[in-house]
């Protein structure tokens, strides 16, 4: 089982395998204060590639688009945690607002 969640989220035991997977360090919340178990930078989408969808010049269909495609750069990661999702519930954390964000996506290409 794949979920995701916003790290501003109280941790929850059922949470299973916690990854944050945000190139930033999320505003706001101590390296200490989060419960996760490892920081995967490497399937975060670029920074051009965020730049541009929070400032609106690409919508969020561009983005979704463009994040899969960047995803596909990473087949190792990609199945690494794959294999993680298959034995126990893998959270994806986030710091976005709203529903759509990059976890999404993430979650749907793990999915597949």
């Not at 395998?17 to 919340?29: K, N």
Request: aromatic letters at 8%.
């Amino acid at each position: 089982m794949i979920r995701c969640k916003r790290v501003y989220e109280e941790a929850a035991r059922d949470d299973g395998y916690r990854v944050l997977v945000d190139r930033l360090w999320p505003r706001g919340v101590a390296k200490s204060a989060l419960v996760y178990d490892e920081w995967c930078k490497a399937l975060a989408p670029s920074t051009e590639l965020r730049k541009a969808f929070h400032s609106e010049t690409i919508d969020y269909a561009a983005f979704c688009e463009a994040y899969s495609q960047e995803l596909t750069q990473q087949p190792d990661e990609i199945a690494r945690l794959k294999a993680i999702a298959r034995d126990k519930t893998l959270t994806l954390l986030y710091a976005a607002k709203g529903e759509q964000h990059h976890a999404r996506v993430l979650a749907d290409v793990l999915r597949e």
